[in-house]
């Protein structure tokens, strides 16, 4: 015996299935979606802000080690001629190791880097050549002492041997 409506019955149970069936697919869907997407998210922002810290660390480390050289470069003024050279090398080991430390980097900022280390190098070769300037022009003004000093001794003796050529 069956119902007199058993085909609406039927039709209305697989309605109700199907209905069911589509919110449960519906709400899985954004369950699973809503847990993966920050968890994706989250990945990303963690690569971001390790990217941002390593950039950072090699903006310190680059940093630090360039206001060393510089200070170095600055001081120059106050090495006699010996002290330079021997300067100069500690100097040319620094900016090496800067110009290697600069080949390490993954930083977008390479080219600003790069640029900053062609004018520490002009800097220094500036600062080398008034050097130089100073003590060539510290060595005239030795030389122009010394030659007056050789011309005054000159006519002292020129006026000694003056004397003893007339008491003769």
Do not use: W
Not at 101 to 110: P, Q, R, S, Y
Not at 112 to 122: C, D, H, I
């Amino acid at each position: 015996m069956q119902p007199n409506n058993h085909a609406e019955r039927r039709k209305a149970s697989l309605n109700f299935m199907l209905l069911f069936l589509i919110c449960t697919a519906i709400i899985i869907t954004t369950v699973f979606y809503s847990t993966r997407i920050p968890f994706t998210q989250n990945k990303k922002l963690v690569e971001e802000k390790n990217s941002f810290t390593q950039r950072d660390e090699f903006k310190s480390n680059f940093t630090d080690r360039f206001t060393e050289v510089s200070s170095m470069i600055d001081s120059l003024g106050n090495k006699t001629s010996g002290e330079i050279s021997i300067y100069s090398t500690s100097i040319d080991k620094k900016v090496d190791e800067l110009n290697a430390l600069l080949k390490t980097a993954a930083t977008d900022d390479v080219k600003l880097y790069t640029t900053v280390m062609t004018n520490l190098n002009r800097y220094y070769d500036a600062k080398k050549a008034a050097k130089k300037d100073v003590e060539t022009t510290s060595n005239e003004k030795e030389y122009q002492a010394q030659i007056e000093k050789l011309q005054d001794r000159n006519l002292q003796l020129y006026g000694q041997l003056n004397d003893c050529i007339k008491s003769k």
